[in-house]
């Protein structure tokens, strides 16, 4: 019993420290542009969201709430920054979940590592 | 047995109810249906007798349930790197409630050892009282680590059949009985029943799509 909880506490403790000993990319918290505090990458493909509405996610095309990359005003804006998480987990995971529920084919509802990592910028 | 595979079944079954086919990819969903199976094992040793003749199964079945608890959160630690962000300062309250209750059930399960009981309390009433009480944290702590989640249990008529479920599996019997507490406790029945109710929780997400 003693050794399960030594090999539990030393297992938490690396991966805490270094992460998952699995292949592949390990992405890092830090500040990302100009965040107040550190965030994780994000990556979002134009290419495979050809179909959609842009309005759908560039809002600003038609209320006028600002203009360039989404994360000019979701990350610098006071009232908006603290709402990152959320509101982007909302829209793309919400987006996703109702093409799936739809039958249709639609990105990652929850796997966090296919959307946060460095390649494009959103 | 009958019970356990009852409460296993009643777990799949509030899971399933509402949104069957949204899943979130094989490697996702195993991870959680281990974490269900593991959610279903506690409900069950939460209205399980675990002194005299039955202590050892009960034992034995208290590490089954850390077993498959400790695969469900490493699972996501090894599998997919962010989610590590998730269980440090700054992570959302379900997780701290899943990372309670995970700590709470390791405490639970190494205090009702003998060697460490006796040291810890002298008499068995009391000893009795404080797993319980525990226990009953653990369940807190995981049901709102499933719940706030927010994703299997995502309309709220399946959290008001996931509360009730978890009434029903601690106090039901007892409501209708007045006392009558499983006295066998398969741990390897559990790990079994617990594989296949994984394979069916991810099968149906997956296949389906």
Same mark, same amino acid.
């Not at chain 1, 309005?55 to 709430?65: G, I, K, P, R, V």
């Not at chain 2, 997919?80 to 269980?87: N, Q």
């Not at chain 2, 309309?155 to 009434?167: E, G």
């Given at each position: 019993?003693?050794?399960?909880?030594?090999?539990l506490?030393?297992? +938490? +403790?690396?991966?805490?420290t270094?992460? +998952?000993?699995?292949p592949?990319?390990?992405?890092?918290?830090?500040?990302?542009?100009?965040?107040?505090?550190?965030?994780?990458?994000?990556?979002?493909?134009?290419?495979?969201?050809?179909?959609?509405?842009?309005?759908?996610?560039?809002?600003?095309?038609?209320?006028? +709430?600002?203009?360039?990359?989404?994360?000019?005003?979701?990350?610098?804006?006071?009232?908006?920054?603290?709402?990152?998480?959320?509101?982007?987990?909302?829209? &793309?995971?919400? &987006?996703?979940?109702?093409?799936?529920?739809?039958?249709?084919?639609?990105?990652?509802?929850?796997?966090?590592?296919?959307?946060?990592?460095?390649?494009?910028?959103? | 047995?009958?019970?356990?595979?009852?409460?296993?079944? %009643?777990?799949?079954?509030?899971?399933?109810?509402?949104?069957?086919?949204?899943?979130?990819?094989?490697?996702?969903?195993?991870?959680?249906?281990?974490? =269900?199976?593991?959610?279903?094992?506690?409900?069950?040793?939460?209205?399980?007798?675990?002194?005299?003749?039955?202590?050892q199964a009960?034992q #034995?079945?208290?590490?089954?349930?850390?077993?498959?608890?400790?695969?469900? @959160? !490493?699972?996501?630690?090894? =599998?997919?790197?962010a989610?590590?962000?998730?269980?440090?300062?700054? @992570?959302?309250?379900?997780?701290?409630?899943g990372?309670?209750?995970?700590?709470?059930?390791?405490?639970?399960?190494?205090?009702? #050892?003998?060697? !460490?009981?006796? $040291?810890?309390?002298? $008499? !068995?009433?009391? =000893?009795?009282y404080w797993? $319980?009480?525990?226990?009953?944290?653990t369940? @807190?702590?995981?049901?709102?680590?499933?719940?706030?989640?927010?994703?299997?249990?995502?309309? %709220?008529?399946?959290?008001?059949?996931?509360?009730?479920?978890?009434?029903?599996?601690? =106090?039901?019997?007892?409501?209708?009985?007045?006392r009558?507490v499983?006295?066998?406790q398969?741990? @390897?029945? !559990?790990?079994?029943?617990?594989?296949?109710c994984?394979?069916?929780?991810?099968?149906? $997400?997956?296949? %389906?799509?």
């Amino acid at each position: 019993m003693k050794i399960f909880l030594c090999v539990l506490v030393l297992a +938490t +403790t690396v991966l805490l420290t270094v992460g +998952t000993p699995l292949p592949g990319e390990q992405p890092v918290k830090q500040n990302r542009w100009l965040s107040p505090d550190p965030i994780l990458p994000m990556t979002f493909a134009h290419k495979t969201h050809k179909s959609e509405n842009c309005l759908d996610c560039h809002h600003n095309y038609s209320d006028d +709430t600002g203009g360039g990359p989404c994360m000019n005003c979701h990350v610098s804006d006071q009232e908006v920054w603290p709402l990152l998480e959320t509101q982007f987990h909302d829209l &793309c995971r919400g &987006c996703h979940e109702d093409k799936q529920l739809a039958g249709e084919e639609g990105g990652p509802t929850r796997v966090c590592i296919e959307c946060h990592l460095d390649e494009e910028l959103p | 047995m009958q019970r356990l595979l009852l409460t296993l079944l %009643s777990v799949l079954f509030v899971t399933l109810i509402a949104t069957p086919t949204l899943g979130a990819g094989w490697l996702w969903d195993t991870g959680n249906g281990v974490g =269900f199976v593991a959610f279903a094992g506690l409900l069950y040793l939460g209205r399980s007798e675990g002194s005299g003749k039955n202590q050892q199964a009960h034992q #034995l079945l208290g590490f089954a349930v850390l077993g498959v608890t400790t695969t469900h @959160a !490493y699972w996501f630690l090894l =599998f997919d790197a962010a989610v590590i962000e998730y269980i440090k300062p700054g @992570a959302p309250v379900y997780m701290w409630a899943g990372i309670l209750g995970f700590i709470l059930l390791t405490v639970l399960i190494f205090t009702g #050892l003998p060697e !460490y009981r006796l $040291r810890l309390h002298k $008499r !068995y009433a009391i =000893f009795k009282y404080w797993h $319980r009480g525990l226990a009953f944290a653990t369940i @807190a702590g995981a049901g709102y680590h499933i719940v706030a989640s927010g994703f299997y249990l995502s309309i %709220s008529f399946q959290v008001v059949l996931f509360v009730m479920l978890i009434i029903a599996a601690l =106090f039901g019997d007892q409501l209708i009985t007045r006392r009558e507490v499983e006295t066998r406790q398969p741990s @390897a029945m !559990y790990l079994v029943a617990g594989v296949l109710c994984v394979w069916l929780f991810a099968g149906i $997400r997956n296949f %389906s799509i």
